[in-house]
């Protein structure tokens, strides 16, 4: 038995997304196709777990919705309420690219609930560490919208839970969705006490989202960092990006914990994004933090599910994640890791990119702490 926790509920695969065309409405226009963001992903993971009996090495934790006040203190109570209402009826859309079904707003309570349970757990000492594998995902979602399939801020949701506890003052997130982590960054923009983080495929979603200038505001002043990585970046880009931005970062800001959008959509299979990883890859990024998490805030790590639409290939890497937090073999086999051999070297555009994030970002982290 592990100590590593795991939230899971059957109803985060009864969020609606429709028929769709990838992304799209078909409007009767084209034949209705499956939507991108669909359950297969989700459940093909969960099932791998269990078919390779990790399920039950992993400390089950059961999910409740969040609260009213909990979503408030991210959310406009406009917001909220639209949400509510459109779920309570036929569904809608959330905002932009953001279908949701008839029960969505309970299923996205749950959701955001989850990762709350998650990071009580490892706060209380429970466990070590978590994976939530919650759906509907949460990053792109704003204040007083949705964006990109995203209805409530899960992981934003958490940290303000987790301040309100008056026993954690400083709080990093990690963001290795292949989209910019807009939602979470206009969360803590100007906060201090928030150390936001996003390794992101550069201009890809949300467009003119994610530069590498954008380094917080005010108080907030160097607390946010993006890595803006160019389309084609694999294991060698992402490993440089960790030791040379992600983890200095961490130790300058000395997170009491640290959460994980976990999105995995920056696999060489996904269909919404152009970047080579893989997931061994992912599993030395989950050490590398469980690493400096040791280091710093006695392990504490919850990492939370957010993007990732190839079915055949997320199981993969969600699994590799699964390795890493419980240090167990799992007897899982990637079969498409023998190509990673070609896919490892930094190449000289991602160097530079790299190197003006040390100079710019960095810098103004330092600058900030040291104000």
Known sequence: MSNTGFVWHEKYMWHDTGAALGV?????????????????????????????????????????????????????????????????????????????????????????????????????????????????????????RGRGFCIFSNIAITVRDILTRGNISRVAVVDWDVHHGNGTEAAFYEDPDILTISLHE??????????????????????????????????????????????????????????????LDGSTWDPLGHMMMLSSHYKAMTEQLIAVADKLCQGRLVVCHEGGYSAGYVPFCGAAIIEALTGQDSGITDPFAKYESTWQTLQSNQEAVLKEVERVALSALRDGINR
Not at 101 to 108: D, H, Q, R, T, V
Not at 235 to 262: D, H, K, T
Request: charged share 20%.
């Open 202 to 263: 550069d201009s890809l979603y949300p467009y003119n989202s994610g530069s590498l200038q954008d380094c917080g505001k005010g108080a907030g002043h160097g607390r946010n960092i993006n890595i803006p990585l160019p389309p084609g970046s694999g294991g060698g880009a992402y490993n440089a990006a960790m030791e040379r931005v992600v983890l200095p970062a961490l130790e300058l800001f000395q997170p009491e914990i640290i959460l994980v959008a976990s999105g």
């Open 24 to 144: 799209l409405p078909v409007n009767g226009e084209f034949q209705p196709w499956v939507h991108f963001e669909n359950p297969e992903t989700k459940r093909r993971l969960k099932n791998l777990l269990d078919a390779y009996k990790v399920t039950d090495t992993l400390v089950p934790i059961a999910p409740t919705p969040a609260s009213e006040e909990q979503l408030l203190r991210v959310h406009t109570a406009e917001y909220v309420d639209r949400i509510e209402t459109l779920s309570a009826n036929q569904g809608g859309n959330a905002g932009e690219l953001t279908p949701f079904g008839p029960g969505s707003y309970e299923i996205a309570l749950l959701a955001a609930g989850g990762c709350i349970a998650a990071s009580t757990k490892v706060l209380n000492g429970e466990v070590r560490n978590a994976y939530a594998l919650v759906r509907p995902c949460g990053h792109h979602a704003e204040a007083d």
